[in-house]
């Protein structure tokens, strides 16, 4: 009732006011938010769906409070939900973009001269690699989900930073995600190649792109363990759907690390440094790409402060395995019809592997069905394709969910799930309104 709505944002200020007194809420366990990952599009066609030049199928993330802005640098802009379901490869206009400062000169000029992959650290043998060495490997396609950690971080509510939001970062809705056809060496073949040192723990990689001022400081340098740089799902990547890789996505080479947020996977690579500790380049430390170990009150920490300054401190991890999604492709958005029966389709994916399970509701989540057909993957990573026949009781309005189950038996949830500053690793579920219009 009204006493209690009125008691709850009473605990969830006063959390607030315990950070600025420089203290944590406690404990750290997680205050629901307030409704559910509403994850608004505009409507096809209406000023806020503004592509990048030379990609029709994305729309550009304005930065908060500005209007979107396709020569803006960084470039940063989403896949249309309907768009990325014509396709079980995603074609490149479609693919979204998500860039931290500006491309690098060399992949704009498509000038390979004096480039090399210099491999070194504790290796037995540290080497610079030449394109045409590192193609004498055996190679590989396979198709794979490309996804941002911050997909879904939209859907972060309330719109109160004191009651758990906006989350900080580029709002993405669900678009932050591909399926491409990628192209490449195994990662574990090259570093074999080298050999070893008794102390190699972890892999950090090094690339040309430069922030948007044109400093020669590192933009972005991460990495991740040495056991996923050896799994055979790992590679090295210098083509994307049957072409050499597009400049905005990596040229000439990128890793990828299937299953592993999009900040894991560098672009324009021009060094690999195996390393005996975790890595501790740019964008590896603070909050970036990391999330709370210990479930957080939404709104006790906000992002002006790193996580070591808090009293106490929090205590934070290297996001590594995405988590599960289903996302609706069809029937699109703002969509209306005079039919109670809906053809709903959508692709599901996982950072675990495969997704075993895929559910349909249009009733709030009350009831839920098993959909019609899915696909298998065509590897793992890869996305599946879904659907299902849903036949409304009645003309009015309806709200559609999907939701997915993976491998390992985990759950999308309907809420956006533990809450941190940065809106990392938000899965819920995508819903589609309908409207039923009666026939005349």
């Given at each position: 009732d009204k006493g209690v709505m009125t008691l709850w944002r009473w605990v969830v200020g006063m959390a607030a006011?315990?950070?600025?007194?420089?203290?944590?809420?406690?404990?750290?366990?997680?205050?629901?938010?307030?409704?559910?990952?509403?994850?608004?599009?505009?409507?096809?066609?209406?000023?806020?769906?503004?592509?990048?030049?030379?990609?029709?199928?994305?729309?550009?993330?304005?930065?908060?409070?500005?209007?979107?802005?396709?020569?803006?640098?960084?470039?940063?802009?989403?896949?249309?939900?309907?768009?990325?379901?014509?396709?079980?490869?995603?074609?490149?206009?479609?693919?979204?973009?998500?860039?931290?400062?500006?491309?690098?000169?060399?992949?704009?000029?498509?000038?390979?001269?004096?480039?090399?992959?210099?491999?070194?650290?504790?290796?037995?043998?540290?080497?610079?690699?030449?394109?045409?060495?590192?193609?004498?490997?055996?190679?590989y396609s396979r198709q794979y989900v490309l996804e941002c950690a911050g997909n879904g971080r939209h859907g972060y509510r309330p719109g109160n930073l004191a009651q758990g939001g906006p989350a900080s970062g580029n709002q993405w809705t669900v678009g932050a995600a591909g399926n491409g056809n990628w192209t490449g060496i195994l990662l574990k073949d090259v570093i074999e190649s080298v050999g070893l040192a008794p102390e190699a723990s972890y892999i950090a990689w090094y690339a040309e792109?430069?922030?948007?001022?044109?400093?020669?400081?590192?933009?972005?340098?991460?990495?991740?363990?040495?056991?996923?740089?050896?799994?055979?799902g790992t590679m090295l990547v210098f083509e994307m759907n049957g072409a050499p890789l597009p400049a905005v996505h990596g040229w000439p080479l990128r890793v990828f690390a299937p299953g592993y947020p999009g900040a894991a996977q560098g672009k324009w690579l021009n060094r690999i440094w195996v390393r005996d500790q975790v890595h501790d380049g740019a964008k590896m430390t603070g909050w970036a790409y990391r999330m709370p170990v210990l479930p957080m009150f939404a709104g006790?920490?906000?992002t002006t402060l790193p996580p070591d300054q808090y009293d106490p401190p929090i205590e934070t991890e290297i996001i590594t395995k995405l988590g599960v999604r289903a996302i609706i492709t069809a029937p699109p958005r703002c969509h209306t019809t005079d039919s109670t029966t809906i053809d709903v389709e959508g692709r599901a994916w996982s950072g675990a592997g495969n997704v075993t399970r895929v559910e349909v509701s249009y009733d709030q989540g009350m009831t839920w069905g098993d959909v019609d057909t899915l696909s298998e993957p065509v590897n793992r990573w890869a996305w599946q394709k879904w659907s299902k026949k849903v036949v409304l009781p009645s003309a009015g309005a309806f709200r559609i969910l999907a939701r997915a189950t993976d491998e390992e038996g985990r759950l999308q949830p309907?809420?956006?799930?533990?809450?941190?500053?940065?809106?990392?690793?938000?899965?819920?579920m995508m819903n589609v309104d309908v409207s039923v219009t009666v026939k005349k």
């Open positions: 006011v315990g950070v600025a007194a420089g203290q944590v809420a406690p404990p750290y366990n997680e205050c629901p938010a307030e409704g559910v990952a509403q994850n608004e599009l505009p409507c096809p066609g209406t000023p806020g769906d503004v592509p990048l030049p030379g990609k029709p199928g994305v729309r550009v993330l304005p930065l908060p409070g500005l209007k979107p802005d396709p020569t803006a640098c960084p470039q940063n802009a989403e896949g249309k939900p309907e768009l990325l379901g014509l396709h079980d490869v995603t074609p490149v206009e479609n693919f979204y973009v998500r860039n931290h400062g500006a491309i690098s000169q060399r992949a704009i000029s498509g000038n390979l001269d004096g480039w090399q992959l210099q491999i070194d650290g504790f290796v037995k043998t540290p080497k610079n690699f030449t394109m045409a060495e590192l193609q004498k490997f055996p190679m792109d430069k922030d948007c001022a044109d400093s020669d400081a590192d933009l972005i340098s991460r990495g991740f363990s040495l056991e996923k740089a050896m799994d055979s006790a920490a906000n309907l809420i956006t799930p533990g809450w941190n500053p940065k809106g990392y690793m938000s899965n819920a």
